[in-house]
């Protein structure tokens, strides 16, 4: 009887430690859903045997990393940290550890993890990064940045490290510093169209615009189709007072992406280049917006007779049953000098708002009734 007991309990060890074969394939394949189904099918062993300990370790093991791997990030840190209360954990278990903590928010057991996972910590780059992040969110700033220049020593090639210096430089509004680095960063490690965004963004809001300007230059030297970096680099223009040179920036993108046409023009009617923003008005691929912008534009000019011209093809985008329209066709007619045209016109206004607006032409047209000498 005692033989057959024996033997029960050692063909159980052997289904589960086949069971955990099963599922650590599962999830080193991507299934760790299927793989939680297995492993929660079956309990760990219990008792102070080495055999029943090394199983119990590694069931928790991979029941934590299958959550782990769900983003299941409580129930993935109960289970591997009873995993490391079983006998003398492999230090691999403080890494998904740490990675769970540091998902969690909880910095300081991070810290404490990494610290277990002793020599590996070498064979995990990642592990650099969360342990600066941890430090920095703890406001230990100094350790964080040696954290990171230590990491750049150690994995020369790696350049997630030198990316989050420079995001540190930025949070800290170093923001000379910060270019100096991350045109380091973006030359040394061909940067992307989204690194080269996110850092001449971050200058640009941070009121850095020089700086931004450049970055964001050096961008567009690079990556000339990208229309992403020539709005950025528009917006700072803009920001520095020179909307000629945003205006000329967004009509170069503008052969990439046809709607940006319309802001080009714009652009070009603010720096008062009212001519080139006619050119490229004609551009606009959307009707309704090219005649909207076309009337603002004509109106600028005082080319009143042909705002007026345009009644048939304002009408024909649909455009006349806008109260907006209305009114600049009012205002146009009253200035080429049909008064009856433009009362016709202002009748026609409903929205509040611009009835308000229109206040001052009314008047001018009363004017225009009771002493009509004034308006010939």
């Known amino acids: 009887m005692l033989l057959a007991a024996v033997s029960g309990v050692g063909a159980k060890s052997l289904d589960l430690s086949a069971q955990l074969d099963l599922a650590a394939q599962m999830i080193q394949s991507g299934q760790a859903t299927q793989a939680l189904g297995v492993l929660?099918?079956?309990?760990?062993?219990?008792?102070?045997?080495?055999?029943?300990?090394?199983?119990?370790?590694?069931y928790h093991?991979?029941?934590?990393?299958?959550?782990?791997?769900?983003?299941?990030?409580?129930?993935?840190?109960?289970?591997?940290?009873?995993?490391?209360?079983?006998?003398?954990?492999?230090?691999?278990?403080?890494?998904?550890?740490?990675?769970?903590?540091?998902?969690?928010?909880?910095?300081?057991?991070?810290?404490?993890?990494?610290?277990?996972?002793?020599?590996?910590l070498d064979q995990y780059p990642a592990l650099y990064e969360i342990k600066a992040q941890c430090l920095w969110h703890l406001q230990q700033e100094e350790a964080a940045?040696?954290?990171?220049?230590?990491a750049r020593q150690k994995f020369p090639n790696e350049p997630s490290f030198l990316r989050r210096q420079v995001f540190y430089l930025l949070e800290k509004q170093l923001y000379y510093p910060a270019a100096q680095l991350g045109l380091r960063y973006l030359q040394d490690h061909e940067g992307?169209?989204?690194?080269?965004?996110?850092?001449?963004n971050a200058l640009r809001l941070g009121g850095a615009l020089e700086l931004a300007a450049h970055v964001l230059e050096q961008g567009r030297l690079r990556y000339r189709r990208d229309v992403t970096l020539a709005k950025l680099l528009?917006?700072?223009?803009?920001?520095?007072?020179?909307?000629?040179?945003?205006?000329?920036?967004?009509?170069?993108a503008a052969q990439f992406d046809p709607s940006l046409y319309a802001d080009a023009a714009e652009l070009y009617r603010r720096a008062g280049d009212f001519y080139?923003?006619?050119?490229?008005?004609?551009?606009?691929?959307?009707?309704?917006?090219?005649?909207?912008?076309?009337?603002?534009?004509?109106?600028?000019?005082?080319?009143?007779?042909?705002?007026?011209?345009m009644q048939l093809a304002l009408a024909r985008?649909?455009?006349?049953?806008?109260d907006a329209v209305r009114y600049a066709l009012a205002y146009a007619a009253y200035r080429a000098g049909h008064p009856k045209q433009?009362?016709?016109?202002?009748?026609?206004?409903?929205?509040?708002?611009?009835?308000?607006?229109?206040?001052?032409?009314?008047?001018?047209?009363?004017e225009c009734e009771d002493q009509p000498w004034r308006c010939a």
């Not at 940045?145 to 230590?150: I, N, P, V």
């Not at 992307?192 to 001449?200: M, P, R």
């Not at 223009?237 to 170069?252: D, F, R, T």
């Not at 008005?281 to 309704?288: E, G, L, S």
């Open 40 to 58: 929660l099918a079956h309990t760990p062993p219990k008792g102070d045997k080495e055999q029943a300990i090394q199983l119990r370790r590694r």
């Open 61 to 120: 093991t991979l029941v934590g990393l299958a959550y782990l791997k769900l983003s299941q990030y409580p129930q993935a840190v109960e289970h591997l940290e009873q995993a490391a209360r079983s006998g003398a954990p492999e230090p691999l278990i403080y890494v998904y550890l740490a990675q769970g903590y540091f998902r969690l928010g909880r910095y300081d057991r991070t810290l404490a993890a990494i610290e277990h996972a002793g020599e590996i």
């Open 145 to 150: 940045f040696a954290t990171l220049a230590q």
């Open 192 to 200: 992307s169209v989204q690194d080269y965004a996110a850092l001449g």
């Open 234 to 252: 528009a917006h700072t223009y803009l920001a520095q007072g020179k909307p000629s040179a945003a205006a000329w920036i967004l009509e170069q």
């Open 276 to 309: 080139r923003a006619l050119y490229l008005n004609a551009q606009v691929p959307d009707v309704k917006a090219q005649r909207r912008q076309r009337v603002a534009l004509l109106l600028a000019l005082k080319h009143y007779d042909e705002v007026l011209a």
């Open 317 to 322: 985008a649909g455009l006349l049953q806008e």
């Open 342 to 366: 433009a009362a016709t016109y202002l009748e026609a206004i409903s929205d509040p708002q611009i009835f308000r607006q229109a206040a001052e032409l009314r008047r001018l047209l009363q």
